[in-house]
């Protein structure tokens, strides 16, 4: 006999979605009832779960199973009819992606804070997926986030746990619950989009790569598909087992967090290629040996490369990539001749372009790269096609970035991000740079003129939605650009984030690094913005 209970609760504040879903201290989404708040919200905001079907999985970490045993309750009690879950009530963000595709499922729910730290004192999160398998877009999150203001009570199945840990299908009420293996599924899809076989005669020939899974969620995908599959050797994938406060880091793929990795590629004797993703496997990041690949120079050397790769032998229709994401692969798109779109941050932006074949390819400045095979970005997926380009070229991943400049310049990119920012230091800064905007065309910074400066706004081109505020952006003659943002993924104070660009077409000067590159356009940052004045840092906490 399973009880619904319905119960009595009040409206509760700050459930506001951010970028990417709502995420919190983990203690506050343990609070009272706050957890289930959000749930039962976001059932409402969608009109409902009653005969629909979910997906459900989360990245492991601290909370991930007892959350998912309250969604499943609460889908139980909402009428849903079936209810997909991974084992141990983990997937990956692209997997779970997937799984709400291949199912037809009407949308998932994904229990992670992406690259946020986890574990008792760290960071929870709440993603509602629609049936596109893509990040809700705002429309829905906005309708969900109405729900929390006038909520007033919640119903939830009485029943013990559900055991998750061996894929079966049961019944909890009249809802079915079928748990699925993780990986299964993700690396049948992979197998169809990329050439196996030439990946496994680039390891057998002796090609060394190392791939942190930062103990999050990728661990037992990278090692299914890269060892067992493909046959890299053993050790191949470090910090595989994922955990619950990820071994005390942050599983946050960049140089600052994936140290060991970026030490053992800058090492002249280190692997021939380096990867990493982030808690909820989304994101990833490339390095050859002394080469490291910024993310905007990955989107677009995958871009110029397409074609090498089974997946996408026919071509791309098109591709898209964040506001602050450097303008690298606008020049691929070009020289291709088809579309370049140009979306506010966050992967929600690129669901529409994706569902009307309007983009084929996808990124991010953040370490994120994806395409139409599912509607998340997908970090073991870019792993996978840099190796395919790499099996099917040779050469080393320096070499690719050095041709890849010199057919299409190089544009010199950093984000620097200054974290735990007093909130109202963060938006008197944003407002002080934004009364600028009219008046910083023809201003001069060293040798950097302003073309334009403004507030960045996105009229989507296929359901004609706008979003406003998406970043202030400031444009040099020759294709530079600071750009700031404050960041939606947050959970203390505010995070500055400043994007930084420039062009260069000399290819005497390609080898400069990147902050040395960028020196006049940091000083300008600096100029317009006053940075360290206004948050009362030196410098930034984390460069990318
Ligand atoms: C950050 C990144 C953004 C990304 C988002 C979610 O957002 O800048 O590009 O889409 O995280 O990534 P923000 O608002 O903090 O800048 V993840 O890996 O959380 O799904
Ligand atoms: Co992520």
Request: net charge negative.
């Amino acid at each position: 006999m399973t009880t619904i209970r319905t119960i009595p609760t009040e409206p509760i504040d700050g459930q506001k979605p951010g970028t990417s879903g709502l995420r919190k201290k983990t203690v506050v989404f343990q609070g009272h009832h706050y957890l289930e708040n959000f749930i039962q919200s976001t059932w409402n905001g969608i009109g409902g779960v009653k005969g629909k079907t979910l997906v459900l999985g989360g990245d492991g970490r601290h909370f991930n199973s007892q959350a998912a045993q309250v969604v499943i309750r609460m889908a139980a009690a909402g009428g849903a009819k079936k209810i997909i879950v991974g084992k141990r009530a983990q997937l990956s963000t692209p997997a779970a992606s997937h799984l709400i595709r291949k199912h037809g499922a009407d949308g998932g729910i994904i229990l992670s804070a992406s690259h946020n730290p986890g574990g008792a004192n760290g960071d929870f999160g709440v993603k509602y997926n629609i049936s596109n398998g893509g990040p809700a877009p705002e429309s829905v999150t906005a309708s969900i986030y109405d729900a929390t203001k006038v909520i007033s009570e919640f119903q939830i199945l009485e029943a013990q746990d559900v055991g998750l840990r061996i894929p079966e299908t049961v019944m909890l009420g009249d809802m079915e619950i079928e748990i699925v293996d993780n990986v299964a599924d993700y690396a049948a899809l992979m197998q169809e989009l990329f050439d196996f076989d030439a990946i496994t005669g680039l390891f057998k020939s002796g090609f060394r790569m190392r791939f942190d899974a930062m103990h999050a969620i990728t661990g037992p995908y990278a090692q299914t598909i890269f060892e067992d599959m493909l046959g890299a050797p053993p050790g191949t994938v470090m910090n595989a087992l994922p955990l619950p406060d990820f071994g005390e880091g942050h599983p946050d793929p960049n140089p600052t967090w994936a140290k060991t990795l970026w030490d053992e590629m800058m090492s002249d004797t280190g692997p021939d290629f380096g990867a990493a993703s982030d808690g909820d496997g989304d994101r990833n990041m490339i390095i050859g040996r002394q080469a490291y690949v910024s993310p905007s120079d990955s989107l677009a050397v995958l871009a110029a490369n397409a074609t090498l790769v089974p997946g996408y032998r026919d071509g791309l229709k098109g591709v898209a990539r964040s506001m602050p994401t450097s303008q690298a692969v606008d020049r691929v798109a070009a020289k291709l001749g088809i579309d370049c779109y140009e979306t506010p941050t966050g992967w929600k932006f690129f669901g529409n372009l994706l569902d009307a074949g309007r983009a084929t390819l996808c990124g991010e400045e953040s370490f994120g790269t994806g395409s139409d095979h599912v509607r998340e970005k997908d970090g073991v997926w870019a792993v996978l096609f840099w190796l395919n380009i790499l099996a099917v070229k040779g050469g080393s991943v320096a070499d690719l970035l050095k041709a890849h400049w010199a057919e299409y310049g190089r544009n010199y990119y950093s984000r620097h991000d200054y974290e735990g920012v007093d909130s109202d230091a963060a938006s008197a800064l944003m407002d002080h740079v934004r009364g600028q905007l009219a008046s910083l065309p023809g201003s001069t910074f060293g040798t950097l003129t302003v073309e334009t400066a403004d507030e960045f706004a996105y009229d989507d081109p296929v359901d004609g939605s706008r979003s406003e505020g998406q970043g202030l952006r400031i444009a040099f003659a020759g294709g530079g650009r600071v750009v700031l943002r404050l960041s939606g993924t947050g959970t203390e104070g505010a995070t500055l984030r400043v994007y930084l660009e420039k062009v260069e077409e000399d290819p005497a000067k390609f080898a400069q690094d990147p902050q040395e590159a960028l020196a006049e356009t940091i000083a300008a940052a600096e100029a317009i913005a006053g940075i360290k004045a206004r948050t009362g840092r030196d410098a930034p906490d984390v460069i990318t």
